[in-house]
Structure formats: C-alpha cells, structure tokens
C-alpha cells in the first residue's frame, strides 16, 4: 500500500467532491446528479466515520463516510455507507482499506449495521463489499429513475460480530 489513511478534514472537501463527481458522471455510482457543497456533504457524514487514502504526493485517492440511517433510537447501531475511489487509484486495495477502516471505527462506537445499495452494474463494488464482510440482503427493483431509466439497487450490510 502507498498510501494511508486518515480522518477527513474540510482540508479535504475539494478533493472529496472531485472524486464524488466523478462518481456520479461514469454513471453507475448513485442516482445524484451532482456533488453537494462541502457544507451539505459536511452535515449528512458522521464525525469519527469518514477516511480518506491519501497518496505520498499528499493527493486524496479515495474517500469513505457514514451516515445516519435514522433518527429512530432503535437504528441507533445502523449507518450507511459512501465509498469512492479516484479513477486513477483503483485497483490497487483503496476501497478495501478504506472500509476496513470504517468497520473498525463503528465497532466501538456501537454500530451493530453498516449498509449500503449498490447498482447491480457496478460489478466491482458488489465484490468488494462481499470480500470485506457484507452480504447481500435483495435487490430493490425499479426504486428510482436514473437518467431516464428505472435502476434497481442490491441492499448490502455488515452485521458487527462484535456486537450482540
């Protein structure tokens, strides 16, 4: 690995947002349409549960953010998950470590679920998911319209086996 891993800070946000719409553009990342401003991206992610890979040229490869599924005390334990890599960087273990640096952050922290929906398109992601941990749960047909077209989403989780 030539790169670590560390908190994001808003010394990252332009980075962050580069890479997020990049994600968006190729398409088969989430049903955005754009990036959010540093200040929304800021608000939706949990403090303690956001990383990013950062390069030895100091340039951000890769980031990894949770959020709030609910305001519901009984999903106090369950967070969502964001992960984007650079399309210069993949390849090369940044999602993984990235997600493994997001499971080890909610452990102790008590989250008992870390989820996520993933196009079926997006064969990678599907099988980086499954080798760190998560399984799939279904797929959620037709759930929104995408550049036009219905898109269906497979619903992944990581249960904690930490966590009873």
Do not use: C
Not at 68 to 95: C, I, N, Q, T
């Amino acid at each position: 690995m030539n790169f670590r891993i560390e908190p994001l800070t808003w010394a990252h946000a332009d980075q962050v947002l580069a890479i997020y719409q990049a994600g968006i553009d190729e398409g088969n990342a989430t049903f955005e349409k754009e990036a959010p401003s540093w200040a929304e991206f800021d608000a939706a992610r949990l403090d303690g549960h956001r990383f990013g890979a950062i390069g030895p040229d100091g340039r951000l490869l890769g980031w990894v953010a949770a959020s709030k599924v609910s305001d519901r005390d009984a999903y106090a334990g369950v967070v969502e998950h964001s992960v984007y890599v650079h399309p210069d960087a993949r390849g090369r273990g940044v999602a993984r470590a990235l997600l493994d640096a997001l499971i080890a952050s909610t452990e102790p922290a008590g989250i008992w679920t870390i989820q996520s929906g993933i196009f079926p398109e997006n064969t990678a992601s599907l099988a980086l998911h499954q080798k760190a941990g998560f399984r799939v749960i279904g797929t959620r047909e037709r759930i929104g319209l995408h550049r036009g077209m219905w898109r269906d989403v497979v619903l992944l989780e990581r249960r904690s086996p930490k966590i009873d």
